[in-house]
């Protein structure tokens, strides 16, 4: 659905609605200013409704209708249209409508006064059951999702043996121990599972693959250009809108400077060091050839955890005449810097990087070259990481999800007075889009499921692992003061999330086919 069909209706919106939006800092406004009792507004707001609901086969509720939940008073964030002051309704697990109160009656009502109601966020890139079982982290690290707004989760899944050997029990453990969606992600990393790719489409309904241009030795295979060229092939057999994500760093570059950081740093190194074994270059060259094998391949290419000034500055050349190319930061990489740690323990692969390449990052966040913003989730605890070992034999990895969404606010909307629409598009419509669940995931829209989040932006926390709901028992922003949570989850239109509170009754996500 293209934005132009409402572009005059939320253009009206915006001018009603003009001091709708809180100015900086947010600390001093203790509620978002809106159209109250704008009888204009409130008729455009019905006509939007009424048309979206029309797209989405679904009508405008009777004036006597029921909702199953009603969630009023706040600032609804509708991604690429604007924020509007209105009430959302819910019915069935999707959104029914948006707009005045007026004749609609719902089972339960929450007063979301003082805050933002945004679609509820899309983590794309999250690892599971790497250190440990399958279930255990699926448990954990999607508890601690939702608890950070987090209702859809890209999960990647890898190993060496077919995907029809393993993934049919890893959907059985999503029903029973999943508390988001999740978008399977299929790593492929050997000629089996890359001549299988047609079937693990049409049987598994799994659009996106995964290959890593550098991998991790003794975890997962690096493969070369022949191979991701013929995964395209692969990938085009299905007939159906394939996209492959890639670990985009030149392996060749990464194995010298891996070398050279070896004898210059010895036993001694630290996290600092361990910068240097991952240089930029590398990944500035990895991301000019796979954007090269993407536009004569003519598939789509998603390249995961892009972290340097040099690797963006060159996507930033090549994108606006490459129109296959996707771009995902994280939220440690437009938070933190390895400039901040000591020691072993927040390791990460690719390295935490300098303030220069996290400010170009935003740079390029701000002006639409990156479009989706991931966390990389590797769940370890302290004894699995082990990080009184030396930094080469440390594995890389922290659990992210629940800090995710106040990372990223703390550090673009509050600090750098980027729009809140702008961070939020990137977190919930972008990553929606890039996977084909748009718009079923991603939006507000009627007709979309019902996954939300409320967001309290004058909510400051100081972050402390035992708080957390990770099985992970450290925080590379433990003792930081954040600004920006969650103060309320609902997922398929029950809350599960509530002040702080898991107030689901059991997990109920699933894998989400397209």
């Known amino acids: 659905m293209g934005n132009d069909i409402f572009a005059d209706y939320i253009r009206k919106l915006k001018q009603n609605n003009e001091s709708a939006r809180p100015s900086m800092p947010f600390a001093v406004r203790q509620e978002p200013a809106g159209a109250e009792g704008d009888g ?12 979206l609901s029309a797209m989405h086969t679904f009508r405008e509720p009777p004036s006597d209708a029921k909702a199953d939940l009603a969630v009023v008073g706040g600032m609804v964030v509708l991604p690429g249209h604007g924020i509007i002051k209105a009430d959302l309704f819910i019915k069935d697990g999707k959104v029914q409508s948006f707009g005045a109160a007026e004749g609609i009656h719902a089972k339960k009502t929450v007063d979301a006064s003082g805050k933002y109601v945004c679609p509820g966020l899309m983590d794309p890139h999250v690892h599971l059951g790497l250190f440990a079982p399958m279930e255990t982290d699926m448990a954990s690290e999607t508890k601690a999702a939702v608890m950070g707004g987090i209702t859809t989760t890209g999960v990647f899944f890898g190993g060496p043996d077919s995907h029809f050997a393993t993934f049919p029990e890893i959907a059985e453990q999503a029903e029973r121990y999943s508390y988001t969606d999740i978008v399977p992600h299929l790593v492929i990393g050997n000629e089996e599972q890359m001549r299988e790719i047609p079937d693990y489409a049409r049987y598994f309904g799994v659009t996106s693959f995964k290959v890593y241009m550098n991998g991790i030795p003794g975890m997962i295979p690096s493969v070369d250009d022949g191979f991701i060229l013929d995964v395209m092939e692969q990938m085009k057999r299905t007939g159906r809108q394939c996209i492959l994500c890639c670990h985009t760093e030149n392996t060749h570059i990464v194995s010298r400077a891996l070398r050279d950081a070896k004898e210059k740093y010895g036993e001694h190194a630290d996290v600092k060091d361990w910068m240097e074994s991952h240089p930029a270059m590398a990944e500035e060259e990895a991301v000019m050839r796979i954007s090269y094998l993407a536009e004569k391949g ?15 500055q060159k996507l930033r050349q090549i994108k606006p005449f490459n129109k296959y190319v996707h771009i995902e930061t994280t939220s440690p990489y437009l938070s933190v810097t390895s400039e901040q740690f000591d020691g072993h323990l927040y390791k990460m692969e690719p390295p935490l990087r300098k303030p220069e390449d996290k400010n170009a990052l935003w740079e390029a966040l701000d002006d639409g070259v990156i479009d989706t913003i991931g966390t990389d989730n590797v769940c370890e605890n302290i004894s699995e990481k082990q990080p009184e070992r030396s930094i080469w034999d440390v ?45 079923q995931k991603g939006t507000l829209l009627p007709g979309s499921d019902a996954d939300l989040v409320l967001i309290d932006m004058n909510e400051t926390r100081e972050v402390h692992a035992r708080d957390m709901h990770s099985r992970s028992d450290f925080s590379i922003f433990e003792g930081r003061r954040l600004t920006g949570w969650p103060v309320m989850t609902v997922k398929g239109g029950s809350i599960v999330m509530e002040n702080g509170m898991l107030v689901a009754e059991a997990p109920s996500g699933h894998m989400v086919k397209r």
């Not at 995710?404 to 750098?416: M, N, W, Y």
């Not at 939020?424 to 718009?439: L, N, S």
């Open 298 to 312: 003519r598939i789509p290419v998603y390249l995961v955890h892009i972290g340097t000034k040099d690797g963006i």
């Open 40 to 51: 204009e507004t409130l008729a455009v707001l019905k006509e939007i409704s009424q048309k």
């Open 395 to 439: 594995v890389p990895g922290y659990s992210v999800v629940e800090t995710h969404l106040a990372s990223v606010l703390t550090e673009g909307v509050v600090k750098r007075g980027i729009s809140i629409e702008k961070v939020i598009t990137h977190m919930t419509r972008r990553p929606a889009e890039a996977f084909g669940v748009y718009p």
